[in-house]
């Protein structure tokens, strides 16, 4: 399918069968994080595959889970971050967002899908998969076969904000 109808059927997945996600289909949603852009070809990414039922119940200390029986902890290295001079702003959410984004559409084209959670208690991610102070848990990519299907992909119609309200060209302006 071409990259707009990919796109479209993208959706959030919040329920999931009990159903693992098989090896290939992992290894191609893996590989897609692997060929995302990174600000300087940085590759901040760190991921951990969590699958266990054990291990499961452990990110779900932190965020529900769904039913799913995959969970992608997304985290960067600190260590060599690309930090912007004027404002120091760090690279790696952006990176990271952009990682996950391509894993959550490979993932929609195997008919596997997922939900990309930030709001999650890292804290609690650190201490349960020891992850060391300069890593950082940036998002959980909640993975599955949904339970209810994939939203319809003409959503977007009613519930995107039309072009003419979040694009402006040459300058910013609230009159459009």
């Known amino acids: 399918m071409d990259f707009i109808e990919l796109a479209k ?3 959030t997945t919040r329920g999931f069968i009990d159903k693992p996600i098989g090896k290939d289909d992992l290894g191609r949603i893996l590989s897609a994080g692997r060929l995302a852009p ?3 070809n940085k590759q901040p990414q760190r991921i951990i595959v969590v699958q266990r039922e ?13 039913g799913a029986t995959c969970v992608l902890i997304v985290s960067q290295d600190k260590r060599n971050a690309l930090i912007r001079p004027f404002d120091e702003k ?11 984004d391509h894993m959550m ?17 890292p804290k609690i991610i650190r ?4 992850i060391p102070e300069y890593i950082e848990p940036t998002a959980l990519l909640i993975l599955g076969y949904p339970a209810s299907g994939f939203l ?15 694009v402006m ?6 009159d459009r």
């Open 152 to 166: 319809s992909p003409d959503r977007h119609e009613t519930e995107r904000k039309p072009l003419m309200d979040t």
């Open 105 to 121: 559409l490979a993932a929609r084209e195997l008919n596997i899908g997922s939900v990309m959670v930030g709001l999650f208690d």
């Open 54 to 66: 054990e291990n499961i119940r452990k990110v779900q200390k932190a965020y529900q889970t769904f």
């Open 9 to 11: 059927r993208r959706c």
């Open 127 to 130: 201490k349960e998969f020891n």
């Open 169 to 174: 060209y040459e300058t910013y302006s609230e």
């Open 38 to 40: 990174t600000a300087c």
């Open 90 to 100: 760090c690279s790696g959410d952006l990176d990271i967002g952009i990682i996950c």
